[in-house]
């Protein structure tokens, strides 16, 4: 059962979107234009039951905001958003539905295919004209609040590489070390084992300026792949713009320390590191999205 009388909060700010720490509590900040309420919903990260939901208590700009003070870095947490629940009109508001946070900078968890999830109640007379009521809670990920503070180790002196001089190298993370000899097993499949010392070097060797890594976002892997054994390699089916995914399970505690720390033992003075963002199928997002990205990478490069 939730309990929201503990738990104490205040008007915050509208951006930037998303969970910010700042030392001392956490802003949420989460855009609905047509929203008539907005819950953040807080969890317990072992035993997964919600703990507190907390209406965002102010709207700026059709962005719902509030600060909770006694929140920190590895909440977990979600939303709930209210408004009308009309198809034909485009609505589908249901409160009943656990919903991620487009701008988490971490998830915790995998999603479990189940009707729940949906909000409309499948096999039912009227199909997705229907309201579900089940709590789509129990099969969710949850968002992760997570410190934002990193030490890049010399970042101020690295020296920025123009457009011109540019060489890029796009890769596949878990494909290009899961089996490479100089990987260490550990590390096969994740942003650290492409920190390897003999990985680094072999690409620095090429006259490389730029590592862009694909995909790099979160995604969901459909039921039928699942069913089959199989998953999406290339994670056209994003879930999340601003949070790096996790191939195989690292020592980080988050992707997001994990791809850092990769990009911050790739650059040198003379070298710089970037993403890449591939959309097939993108979110809907603003461009005040803050992706997780390295501060070493000055243009972080796009394809479409």
């Keep these: 059962m939730s309990d929201t ?3 104490r909060v205040r008007e915050g700010l509208p951006q930037p979107l998303g969970a910010t720490w700042n030392g001392a509590g956490t802003n949420f900040a989460l855009f609905s234009a047509n929203a008539t309420k907005v819950e953040v919903c807080l969890f317990d990260a072992v035993k997964g039951h919600e703990t507190a939901r907390v209406t965002l208590p102010e709207y700026t700009d059709e962005v719902w905001h509030g600060y909770l003070p006694d929140v920190g870095p590895n909440t977990y947490y979600g939303y709930r958003v209210h408004g009308p629940y009309a198809p034909e009109a485009g609505h589908r508001f249901n409160p009943n539905k ?5 701008y988490a900078r971490a998830h915790a968890g995998e999603l479990t295919w189940n009707d729940a999830c949906f909000g409309y ?3 039912a007379e009227g199909d997705d004209l229907t309201f579900d009521t089940r709590d789509s809670a129990p099969y969710m990920p949850k968002c992760v609040v997570v410190d934002p503070n990193f030490d890049w180790q010399g970042e101020p002196g690295r020296r920025a590489v123009s457009w011109d001089h540019t060489i890029c190298y796009e890769t596949h993370v878990k494909g290009y070390t899961m089996l490479h000899p100089a990987v260490p097993e550990r590390l096969r499949g994740t942003y650290a084992g492409l920190g ?20 790099i976002h979160t995604f969901v892997n459909d039921s039928h792949l699942l069913d089959n054994g199989l998953v999406n390699y290339w994670a056209t089916t994003r879930s999340a713009s601003s949070r790096p995914i996790r191939a195989t399970p690292t020592t980080s505690p988050t992707p997001c320390a994990s791809s850092r720390k990769w990009s911050r033992a790739s650059t040198t003075p003379a070298s710089k590191s970037s993403w890449t963002w591939f959309t097939t199928t993108p979110p809907r997002a603003t461009s ?12 972080p490069a796009t394809t479409a």
Excluded: F, M, N, Q
């Design 288 to 299: 005040a999205a803050r992706p997780c990205r390295s501060r070493a990478s000055t243009t």
């Design 196 to 215: 390897t010392p003999e990985i680094v070097k072999y690409i620095k060797s090429l006259g490389v300026t730029s590592v862009e890594l694909l995909p």
């Design 98 to 102: 656990l919903l991620l946070d487009p």
């Design 5 to 7: 009388s503990r738990v």
């Design 121 to 123: 109640t499948i096999g």
